[in-house]
């Protein structure tokens, strides 16, 4: 599966921000598909993922800011961030997986999230 994300950008602290994921292949239905993201100086963490069946899971600092959503009939998943702080300043990541993993087999490319205080 080939990954691409987007809706990055500039936001103002307490701003929102809607990142968007598109998967190819006839199969996105069956893959958990996660985001992660990766701040300056810092190791790669997870924020989110949602599973087939459509549960969701979250990072500690993230949960009850952010909500991921798949669209399976438009190969999407989608991370809506809202109260965003400059701690959630990084580069944020797709990725998919048959299963529920800590590392993800496929990856898309990052997109830019940058929280000015």
């Known amino acids: 599966v080939q990954l691409q994300a987007s809706g990055g950008g500039l936001v103002q602290a307490g701003g929102s921000l809607r990142l968007s994921c598109s998967a190819s292949g006839r199969t996105f239905s069956g893959y958990t598909m996660y985001w992660f993201r990766q701040a300056p100086g810092k190791e790669r963490e997870f924020v989110s993922g949602?599973?087939?069946?459509?549960?969701?899971y979250y990072a500690d600092s993230v949960r009850g800011r952010f909500t991921i959503s798949r669209d399976n009939a438009k190969n999407m998943v989608y991370l809506q961030m809202n109260s965003l702080n400059p701690e959630d300043t990084a580069v944020y990541y797709c990725?998919?997986?048959?299963?529920?993993?800590?590392?993800?087999?496929?990856w898309g490319q990052g997109t830019l999230v940058t929280v000015s205080s």
């Open positions: 990725a998919a997986d048959l299963n529920p993993t800590d590392n993800p087999r496929y």
């Open positions: 949602i599973i087939r069946d459509g549960r969701t």
